[in-house]
């Protein structure tokens, strides 16, 4: 089984500690032990957004800034490769074809951001499309897919399973209303729904909830599963 897994920069590295880095890298090693071949885009985090807001007081226009946002998100993937050794090629991917060329070599895929304009989680939606992922798992700082932004709606429901047209609609919804954050963006939603690959959102603050979630198709957070595709957890024990 092939899965890309995304996570968020304040996932990997809240406070740059290194016990959370060393424990995701431990879970990449249990999934590729299990079977699996491995695709990790890492996030930038609050860091990426320190310099982002430094370089904007400095009159940065909004590509230097993202260029700078997929700057940290690269300092943050090679965290992860310090972390794997020899698993992982000893530099972050910097193109989808690069990221495939190291999956077909048997390594582990490790990239940050690619190109302005776009975050992380549009990265991870496109590195599970170009390599023909099985699953592709979004580690955030948020528990799901909700109804609507629960840090400030308390009627928010998460969503236990979901098709991808009804993600779209439900991240369109969030971010319609200013300074809310959505648990993937839009651009990362559309992704999924054309490439009809399946999905879950998690909270990745505990790294081994990872793990659950590909190897048993156990989690707390939001199944994004095409309309027509199986659903059963069989899939899930395969390992292939
Ligand atoms: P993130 O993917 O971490 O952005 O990339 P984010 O969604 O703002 O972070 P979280 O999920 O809340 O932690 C950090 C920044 O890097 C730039 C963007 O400016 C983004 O906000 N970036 C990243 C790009 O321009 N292109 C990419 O492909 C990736």
Same mark, same amino acid.
């Given at each position: 089984?092939?899965?890309?897994?995304?996570?968020?920069?304040?996932?990997?590295?809240?406070?740059?500690?290194?016990?959370?880095?060393?424990?995701?890298?431990?879970?990449?090693?249990?999934?590729?032990?299990?079977?699996?071949?491995?695709?990790?885009?890492?996030?930038?985090?609050?860091?990426?957004?320190?310099?982002?807001?430094?370089?904007?007081?400095?009159?940065?226009?909004?590509?230097?800034?993202?260029?700078?946002?997929?700057?940290?998100?690269?300092?943050?993937?090679?965290?992860?490769?310090?972390?794997?050794?020899?698993?992982?090629?000893?530099?972050?991917?910097?193109?989808?074809?690069?990221?495939?060329?190291?999956?077909?070599?048997?390594?582990?895929?490790?990239?940050?951001?690619?190109?302005?304009?776009?975050?992380?989680?549009?990265?991870?939606?496109?590195?599970?499309?170009?390599?023909?992922?099985?699953?592709?798992?979004?580690?955030?700082?948020?528990?799901?897919?909700?109804?609507?932004?629960?840090?400030?709606?308390?009627?928010?429901?998460?969503?236990?399973?979901?098709?991808?047209?009804?993600?779209?609609?439900?991240?369109?919804?969030?971010?319609?209303?200013?300074?809310?954050?959505? +648990?993937?963006?839009? /651009?990362? &939603?559309? @992704?999924?729904?054309?490439?009809?690959?399946?999905? %879950? $959102?998690? #909270? *990745?603050? !505990? +790294?081994?909830?990872? /793990?659950? &979630?590909? @190897?048993?198709?156990?989690?707390?957070?939001?199944? %994004? $599963?095409? #309309? *027509?595709? !199986?659903?059963?957890?069989?899939?899930? &024990?395969?390992?292939?």
């Amino acid at each position: 089984m092939r899965v890309v897994v995304s996570v968020g920069g304040s996932v990997l590295a809240p406070d740059l500690a290194h016990e959370r880095v060393e424990q995701y890298a431990d879970v990449i090693d249990q999934l590729v032990d299990a079977g699996c071949s491995v695709g990790v885009v890492v996030g930038g985090g609050g860091v990426a957004r320190d310099y982002i807001k430094t370089a904007r007081d400095l009159g940065a226009n909004e590509i230097e800034l993202d260029d700078i946002g997929i700057s940290v998100t690269r300092l943050n993937a090679q965290l992860l490769i310090a972390a794997l050794g020899d698993d992982a090629a000893p530099s972050p991917a910097e193109s989808y074809e690069e990221a495939g060329e190291a999956i077909r070599r048997g390594d582990v895929a490790i990239m940050g951001g690619v190109t302005a304009g776009q975050t992380t989680d549009a990265v991870s939606a496109a590195l599970a499309e170009y390599t023909n992922a099985d699953l592709l798992v979004y580690a955030t700082s948020v528990p799901g897919v909700f109804s609507a932004d629960p840090k400030t709606d308390d009627s928010a429901e998460r969503y236990d399973r979901i098709t991808p047209g009804e993600l779209v609609d439900a991240i369109a919804d969030i971010e319609m209303s200013a300074g809310s954050s959505a +648990p993937v963006d839009l /651009l990362a &939603a559309k @992704l999924i729904e054309r490439s009809r690959v399946r999905a %879950i $959102v998690l #909270d *990745g603050t !505990e +790294p081994t909830a990872v /793990l659950d &979630a590909v @190897l048993r198709g156990e989690h707390d957070g939001t199944d %994004i $599963v095409p #309309d *027509g595709s !199986e659903a059963g957890m069989d899939y899930w &024990a395969e390992g292939e």
